[in-house]
C-alpha cells in the first residue's frame, strides 16, 4: 500500500461522514483560534502595556543633593541639564524641615465659621516646574525668570494648597501671608503626574526662598525623551556639579527593553496556558470522533485485513486521518485568529503585533494535535483479528 493510496484512503475516510468531520475538525479551529488570538492579542496588549510605563515613568530621572559645606548644584546648573541631547525639560526643587511646617494665612480676618490659616510646606522652585512635574496651570500662570531676577514676592499654589486656603479665582490679585509677609497668587498648579506632594505646597521663586531656609537645591527633576533616559542619568550629574558628581544620586528608571520583556514575558505566560487548554479540549474531542470511528468501522477494518492489509496500513490509515483533520483546523484557526486580532486591535485603536512564525506554525500544531489524538485509536484499530471484527 503505497503513499498515494493511503492518502486517497484517509481522505475517503474523512469525506465519507462530512458533518462529524466537520464538527471534529471544529474543535481544533477553536483550539488553534484560541491559541492564535491570545498570544497575539497578548503581545499587541503588552506593546500597549510598556508604551504606557514609558510615556509615564520610563522617562523620569531624579538627582537628589546631599547637604554639604558649600552647595553643590547651583540654582542656573538647570539651564546646563536642559542642553543636553534627550532632554525634554529639567528644574530644580529646594525643601528643608524648616519648610515643612509653615504656617499660611489667606488673609488677616479672623473668621471662627472657617479655617483662616493652614499648616503647609514651602517649596522654592525653577520657573520650568510645570513641565517637569508634568501638570498644568489650572488657573493664571507660573512665575518666570522675570519675577526671579527682580525678586518679587508671588507664589504659586498647589490644587490642594489652593482648595484648602480658599483661592479659587485670581482676577482681583489675592494674597497670602507666609508668616507676617504677603504673597500675591499668580497661579495655581495642578493636574501632578510627578511628584504629587507638591499639590498640597505653596510654590515660590529660588530668590525669595531664603527666608524660610530654602538656599540650596535638594532635588533636581529631569524629564527625558524615551529612550534617552539611562544616557541622561549618567550625564546629569556632571552637567549639574562637575566638580563633585559623585557625590551627586541619580535614580533612573529601569531599561525599557527589559522592562518591555518581562511585561510580554508575563502576559504571554498567562494567555499560552488558556491557548494550550483550549487545544487540549480541541485534542481530545479528535480522539473521542476518531474512536468513535475506530468501532463504527469495525466491518471494514476486518475486510482490510482479511484481504492482506498489515497491521501498520491500518493503523496509518487512521493516524493520517486524523491529522489531516487537525491540519485542517488548524490552517482554518490560524486563518481566523490573525483576522481577529486585527480586527481586536482596529476596534481599540492599537497597533496590532503579528508573529508570522506563530501564524506558520499553527496548522503544523494543529497536524501534530490531531497525530496524537488519534494515536491510540489507531491503535487500537491495528489490534482488531479478522475473525473478530468480521463477527
Known sequence: MDVRDLAGEALAGMLAR??????TTLGTVLGITTLVVTL?????????IVGRFDELTATAVTVDVPEHDSPLVAWDAVDQVTRLRGVSSAAALAESDESANVAVRANRLVDPTRAGGRTLTVVSATPGLPSAARGRMMLGRFFDQGH?????????LGEQAARLLGVTRLDRSPAVFIGEQPYTVIGVLGDLRRERNLSSAVLIPPTIGRRFGLRDVTRVLVNTRLGAAELIAGQAPAALSPGHRNLLQVTAPA?????????QGDVNALFLILGLVSLVVGAVG???????????????????????????????????????????????????????????SAARQWTPVLDVRLAAAAPLAGAVVGLLAGLYPALRAARMEPVEALR
Not at 462530512?18 to 464538527?23: E, I, K, S
Not at 531599561?255 to 511585561?263: E, I, K, L, N, Q
Open 18 to 23: 462530512p458533518v462529524r468531520t466537520a464538527l
Open 148 to 156: 526671579v531676577a527682580r525678586k518679587e514676592r508671588v507664589v504659586v
Open 286 to 344: 479528535i480522539a473521542n470522533v476518531t474512536l468513535v470511528t475506530v468501532m463504527e468501522r469495525k466491518p471494514e477494518i476486518g475486510l482490510r485485513r482479511a484481504l492482506g492489509a498489515a497491521r501498520r496500513h491500518i493503523a496509518g490509515q487512521f493516524l493520517l486521518e486524523s491529522t489531516l483533520v487537525g491540519l485542517t483546523g488548524g490552517v482554518i484557526g490560524a486563518s481566523l485568529g490573525v483576522a481577529a486580532i486585527v480586527a481586536i
Open 40 to 48: 497575539g492579542v497578548a503581545a499587541t496588549a503588552g506593546n500597549q
Open 255 to 263: 531599561t525599557p527593553t527589559r522592562a518591555r520583556d518581562a511585561v
